[in-house]
């Protein structure tokens, strides 16, 4: 048996252990130990795992007055307070000792003797013949033990612990000697080695596979694990990817990293405890309402204000991700253009009304599109063509770190003349760079390409083609396509009608709603993006990258209002081949579909992603379109009655519409369904689902009698009846104001409805009563919640922008013109700096939440707009 002083260490892989980098002084003045706990304070799900004597605790001579440092307890116990971080002690004592000894509390997993405990009760089930030999070592041990002063045993389950640090040092030899053979007497023995004492084990077993075990069961992504003894050895040799290993103190380790004392433990736990605090909090991260959005009316890119594009999906939008580092993280895939010498901060701009995007520094700027010239493939055949332009002078840095399906599968890159292909993507996606030399870096199961570039020699052109492996000029040079992209944004603008009040973010909201248009098929999409949290670190993070039969139609009838009816024209025939290909009847349509018109795929979570500022689970489909939402009808019928008043061609296939529409709502209008903000409980008899119900009914008849010349009067009928269950059954006397739904006393800010669709006249002390009720309940400062009732889900949202607007025209209609401009004032503030708005804002920090744009807070902001412009002309 080898004698622990002469460093010989045997690990579960048999990897040799090496000299570990020896950190002196302040050990958080390693820029590479600093960098990797930035790493690991990223991770989606991150564990701590700790030996407990030598460092959870120091060493002393009598094992049981070994308590854990104040300081490392306090940072343990922090850390496993934060979402998805877990920590574990595993130590070689008993279970019953180091739960007696550390007083940690149940939210740290504890792990005795080795890894053979996970339970309090394991001794229990030991089987006859284990504890017949346990009790045969512990005679062996007792007389030798008691033949040598000093020496002291723990007895554990499953194994008996022989410590003689106070033995007489010329004796330990001898003690050594005997522990072998009393193994190789009894048999079947595993001796391991610590410092200072030696244990005899009758289940094998080792840290390593303790910690593997811990990590599987929480399904850690990565791992800091900290240790100062020969058998921690075992557990560092398990470690690989973005896990860190510490050796604390003295010996051979195939740790990574070194601290000399428990006390330096303590510093670095509290360490990584602020750096994870602060990611999931938000800090470091760019404020959604900063992003600014590319689009060729098939994906969209999300560009932050430094020019670095960390979202984009291909084929289409709702695919999945080639770049997802907003969601993930650098490691999610990211596309990068940076001065090498920065010199200021960037400044960004859309250029002359369009999707153009300029990002300048002092020395060099990158203009950024989605190509929309003439006849381009994006918007019909598939193919999206990313253009970077980077001019100035000095020299620009790229990093070009395409992600396959999040990041999820390898992504390799291949150098071929003119640029590099990502050679395993499903889609082909190439990189046409003919001036770039670049350098492949391998990370992982990804490679990365970097370059640097003079700018002395002209302009730089990046172009990102994804649905070709061509590496051909395009046949129109870079200028006249950037000119005809530009012209494709700013010759619509110029077209709008806009209102005399904010013209300029009433355009750029516009340009926003036409951004999220899928030029293929017409469908509107709800926003580009999918979970951005709706409450930082918390579980409210939904994939809105679909079409809500609701929100795109309110969406259609701003941009109508704004005098541009190809967006409505267009989603309406989106709709009616929905219909005629749908297996069931109008009455059952969802409230959301693909941008295809297809039912979506089941919702899913993507696990390798952090999400943002540590906001999981990141979510794709949506569940919600199982849901039963009876308030879809009634956006549809308000658009076509909106397009009806201003002469739109609307023709026989559009009345067909009309008349299914009010049959649906005539067959489901007494259900109760989940409303308009999908809560996901039990059904109930929403007030704003009743209430668009009347209105597809109350438009239908409009519509008829001013369109196509035709009377119904049972629809007058099925009018009037739905119109006196709200009255009767929505208003609530006790509370003073319309109610979510009809079973409570709960209030939601989307019965403001009544007054805004005209169910009931502005001037009828129940809306005003309402309007106050929304206001005194539900606003915050400058901004509405949609509800503050139970919904099932922890954490509180952000204030709904929507709502806020909904609470701005309920204004304006009972007379409190002042309050209403102050709030739209307020409203405009939701812009980040190139005027688009995330769905929600956390009225106390006014940070963005939710996803990003909106076309909510956008069709919002265009329609306070245009009623402010109509009472200021009065």
């Given at each position: 048996m080898?004698?622990?002083?002469?460093?010989?260490?045997?690990t579960?892989?048999?990897?040799?252990?090496v000299?570990s980098?020896?950190?002196?002084?302040?050990?958080?003045?390693?820029?590479?130990l600093?960098a990797?706990?930035?790493?690991?304070?990223?991770?989606?799900?991150?564990?701590?795992?700790?030996?407990?004597?030598?460092t959870?605790?120091?060493?002393?001579?009598?094992?049981?007055?070994?308590?854990?440092?104040?300081?490392?307890?306090?940072?343990?116990?922090?850390?496993?307070?934060l979402?998805?971080?877990e920590v574990?002690?595993?130590s070689?004592?008993?279970?019953?000792?180091?739960?007696?000894?550390?007083?940690?509390p149940?939210?740290?997993?504890?792990v005795?003797?080795?890894?053979?405990?996970?339970?309090?009760?394991?001794?229990?089930?030991?089987?006859?013949?284990?504890?017949?030999?346990?009790s045969?070592?512990?005679?062996e041990?007792?007389?030798?033990?008691?033949?040598?002063?000093?020496m002291?045993?723990?007895?554990?389950?499953?194994?008996?612990?022989?410590?003689?640090r106070?033995?007489?040092?010329?004796?330990?030899?001898?003690v050594?000697?005997?522990?072998?053979?009393?193994?190789?007497?009894?048999?079947?023995?595993?001796?391991?080695?610590?410092?200072?004492?030696?244990?005899l084990?009758?289940?094998?077993?080792?840290k390593?596979?303790?910690?593997t075990?811990?990590?599987?069961?929480?399904?850690?992504g990565?791992?800091?694990?900290?240790?100062?003894?020969?058998?921690?050895?075992?557990a560092?040799?398990?470690l690989?990817?973005?896990?860190v290993?510490?050796?604390?103190?003295?010996?051979d380790?195939?740790?990574a990293?070194?601290?000399?004392?428990?006390?330096?433990?303590?510093?670095?736990?509290?360490?990584?405890?602020?750096?994870?605090?602060?990611?999931?909090a938000?800090a470091?991260?760019?404020?959604?309402?900063?992003?600014s959005?590319?689009?060729?009316?098939?994906?969209?890119?999300?560009?932050?204000?430094?020019?670095?594009?960390t979202w984009l999906?291909?084929p289409?939008i709702?695919?999945?991700?080639?770049f997802?580092?907003?969601?993930?993280?650098?490691?999610?895939?990211?596309f990068?253009v940076?001065?090498?010498?920065?010199?200021?901060?960037?400044?960004?701009?859309y250029?002359?009304?369009?999707?153009?995007?300029?990002?300048?520094?002092d020395?060099?700027?990158?203009?950024?599109?989605?190509?929309?010239?003439?006849?381009?493939?994006?918007r019909?055949?598939?193919?999206?063509?990313?253009?970077?332009?980077?001019?100035?002078?000095?020299?620009?840095?790229i990093?070009?770190?395409?992600?396959?399906?999040?990041?999820?599968?390898?992504?390799q890159?291949?150098?071929r003349d003119?640029?590099?292909?990502?050679?395993?993507?499903?889609?082909?996606?190439v990189?046409?760079?003919p001036?770039?030399?670049?350098?492949v870096?391998?990370?992982?199961?990804?490679?990365?390409?970097?370059?640097?570039?003079d700018?002395?020699?002209g302009?730089?052109?990046?172009?990102?083609?994804?649905?070709t492996?061509?590496m051909?000029?395009?046949?129109?040079?870079?200028?006249?396509?950037?000119?005809?992209?530009?012209?494709?944004?700013?010759?619509w603008?110029?077209?709008?009608?806009?209102?005399?009040?904010?013209?300029?973010?009433?355009?750029r909201?516009?340009?926003?709603?036409?951004?999220?248009?899928?030029?293929?098929t017409g469908?509107?999409l709800?926003?580009a993006?999918?979970?951005?949290?709706?409450?930082?670190g918390?579980v409210?993070?939904?994939d809105?990258?679909?079409c809500?039969i609701?929100?795109?139609?309110?969406s259609?009838?701003a941009?109508?209002r704004?005098?541009?009816?190809?967006?409505?024209?267009?989603?309406?025939?989106?709709?009616?081949?929905?219909?005629e290909?749908?297996?069931?009847?109008?009455?059952?349509?969802?409230?959301?579909?693909t941008?295809n018109?297809?039912?979506?795929?089941?919702?899913?979570?993507i696990?390798?992603?952090?999400?943002?500022?540590?906001?999981?689970?990141?979510?794709?489909?949506?569940a919600a379109?199982?849901?039963?939402?009876?308030?879809?009808?009634?956006?549809?019928l308000?658009?076509i009655h909106?397009?009806?008043?201003?002469?739109a061609?609307?023709s026989?296939?559009?009345?067909?519409?009309?008349?299914?529409?009010?049959?649906?709502?005539?067959?489901?209008?007494?259900?109760?369904?989940?409303?308009?903000?999908?809560v996901?409980?039990?059904?109930r008899h929403?007030?704003?689902?009743?209430?668009?119900c009347?209105?597809?009914?109350?438009?239908?008849?409009?519509i008829a009698e001013?369109?196509?010349?035709?009377?119904?009067?049972?629809?007058?009928?099925?009018?009037?009846q739905?119109?006196?269950?709200i009255?009767?059954?929505?208003w609530?006397?006790d509370?003073?104001?319309?109610?979510?739904a009809?079973?409570g006393v709960?209030?939601?800010?989307?019965?403001?409805?009544?007054g805004?669709?005209?169910?009931?006249?502005?001037r009828?002390?129940?809306?005003?009563?309402?309007?106050?009720a929304?206001?005194?309940?539900?606003?915050?400062?400058?901004?509405?919640y949609?509800?503050?009732?139970?919904?099932?889900?922890p954490?509180?949202?952000?204030?709904?922008?929507?709502?806020?607007?909904?609470?701005?025209?309920?204004k304006?209609?009972?007379?409190?013109?002042?309050?209403?401009?102050?709030?739209?004032a307020?409203?405009?503030?939701?812009?980040?700096?190139?005027?688009?708005?995330?769905?929600?804002?956390?009225?106390?920090s006014?940070?963005?939440?939710?996803?990003?744009?909106?076309?909510?807070?956008?069709?919002?902001?265009i329609?306070?707009?245009?009623?402010l412009?109509?009472?200021r002309?009065?």
């Amino acid at each position: 048996m080898p004698s622990p002083d002469r460093g010989e260490i045997t690990t579960v892989d048999g990897a040799t252990p090496v000299a570990s980098e020896a950190v002196d002084g302040d050990f958080m003045t390693n820029p590479e130990l600093v960098a990797r706990l930035d790493q690991l304070a990223q991770q989606p799900v991150l564990l701590i795992a700790s030996d407990y004597d030598g460092t959870v605790a120091p060493i002393v001579s009598d094992p049981m007055k070994a308590l854990p440092l104040r300081e490392t307890s306090v940072a343990l116990r922090n850390l496993a307070a934060l979402p998805q971080t877990e920590v574990a002690v595993i130590s070689g004592r008993s279970l019953r000792d180091l739960a007696a000894l550390s007083r940690l509390p149940a939210e740290i997993h504890l792990v005795g003797s080795h890894g053979t405990e996970f339970d309090i009760d394991f001794a229990l089930d030991l089987d006859p013949d284990l504890r017949e030999r346990r009790s045969t070592l512990l005679d062996e041990l007792r007389v030798l033990s008691n033949a040598h002063e000093g020496m002291s045993l723990e007895k554990k389950p499953a194994s008996v612990a022989v410590h003689y640090r106070n033995v007489d040092e010329s004796a330990i030899a001898g003690v050594l000697t005997q522990l072998d053979e009393i193994a190789g007497r009894i048999g079947g023995l595993t001796v391991r080695h610590g410092k200072m004492v030696c244990e005899l084990l009758l289940v094998p077993t080792d840290k390593g596979r303790a910690l593997t075990t811990v990590r599987a069961n929480v399904g850690a992504g990565a791992v800091l694990f900290l240790g100062d003894d020969i058998t921690d050895e075992d557990a560092f040799a398990t470690l690989a990817g973005p896990d860190v290993g510490v050796k604390v103190g003295p010996g051979d380790t195939s740790a990574a990293f070194r601290v000399d004392t428990p006390d330096d433990v303590a510093v670095l736990l509290a360490a990584l405890c602020a750096r994870r605090s602060d990611w999931l909090a938000g800090a470091g991260v760019t404020p959604i309402e900063d992003h600014s959005i590319l689009s060729d009316q098939r994906t969209a890119a999300v560009v932050t204000p430094d020019a670095r594009i960390t979202w984009l999906c291909v084929p289409r939008i709702d695919s999945s991700a080639i770049f997802a580092e907003l969601l993930g993280g650098p490691p999610a895939g990211h596309f990068s253009v940076r001065p090498a010498m920065p010199g200021g901060a960037p400044v960004q701009t859309y250029q002359d009304d369009s999707l153009v995007l300029r990002t300048s520094w002092d020395s060099m700027s990158v203009t950024d599109y989605l190509d929309c010239s003439d006849g381009r493939p994006g918007r019909i055949s598939g193919r999206t063509d990313l253009v970077r332009v980077i001019e100035g002078t000095g020299t620009a840095i790229i990093e070009f770190a395409p992600r396959l399906d999040f990041g999820r599968f390898p992504t390799q890159l291949e150098l071929r003349d003119g640029g590099l292909e990502v050679t395993n993507a499903h889609d082909l996606v190439v990189l046409r760079a003919p001036d770039v030399d670049w350098e492949v870096i391998d990370h992982g199961m990804h490679q990365t390409a970097t370059a640097e570039v003079d700018l002395s020699n002209g302009p730089i052109t990046l172009e990102l083609r994804c649905g070709t492996a061509s590496m051909r000029p395009d046949r129109s040079d870079e200028a006249a396509r950037r000119a005809s992209t530009t012209a494709f944004w700013a010759d619509w603008a110029a077209r709008l009608e806009l209102p005399d009040v904010e013209p300029d973010l009433v355009r750029r909201s516009a340009l926003t709603l036409k951004a999220l248009c899928y030029g293929p098929t017409g469908a509107i999409l709800a926003a580009a993006t999918t979970s951005l949290p709706e409450f930082l670190g918390g579980v409210r993070q939904w994939d809105y990258r679909y079409c809500w039969i609701r929100d795109a139609s309110m969406s259609a009838a701003a941009l109508v209002r704004l005098g541009s009816i190809n967006e409505a024209m267009d989603l309406l025939d989106w709709l009616l081949r929905v219909l005629e290909t749908s297996e069931v009847g109008p009455e059952r349509l969802s409230p959301l579909y693909t941008v295809n018109g297809q039912s979506l795929p089941p919702e899913a979570t993507i696990e390798e992603l952090s999400g943002y500022a540590g906001s999981r689970p990141v979510r794709v489909g949506n569940a919600a379109d199982h849901q039963v939402q009876l308030d879809v009808f009634g956006a549809v019928l308000e658009l076509i009655h909106q397009l009806g008043e201003i002469d739109a061609p609307l023709s026989a296939k559009h009345w067909r519409l009309v008349e299914d529409l009010v049959a649906a709502v005539d067959q489901r209008w007494m259900e109760p369904d989940q409303g308009i903000w999908e809560v996901r409980s039990a059904p109930r008899h929403h007030t704003n689902s009743k209430m668009m119900c009347w209105v597809t009914v109350d438009r239908a008849i409009r519509i008829a009698e001013n369109v196509f010349g035709r009377e119904r009067p049972e629809w007058v009928v099925l009018r009037d009846q739905i119109e006196k269950d709200i009255l009767t059954n929505g208003w609530n006397d006790d509370v003073g104001s319309f109610t979510t739904a009809y079973d409570g006393v709960d209030l939601d800010a989307s019965v403001l409805a009544v007054g805004l669709f005209g169910l009931v006249d502005p001037r009828d002390p129940r809306f005003r009563a309402t309007v106050d009720a929304v206001e005194t309940w539900l606003r915050t400062g400058d901004t509405v919640y949609r509800y503050k009732h139970e919904d099932g889900l922890p954490g509180e949202e952000g204030g709904f922008n929507l709502m806020t607007s909904w609470l701005i025209d309920a204004k304006l209609l009972i007379g409190d013109t002042d309050d209403a401009e102050q709030l739209f004032a307020a409203y405009l503030e939701l812009a980040g700096p190139t005027g688009l708005i995330p769905e929600e804002v956390d009225p106390f920090s006014g940070r963005g939440l939710g996803n990003h744009p909106q076309a909510y807070s956008h069709l919002g902001l265009i329609n306070n707009a245009c009623n402010l412009a109509d009472v200021r002309s009065r």
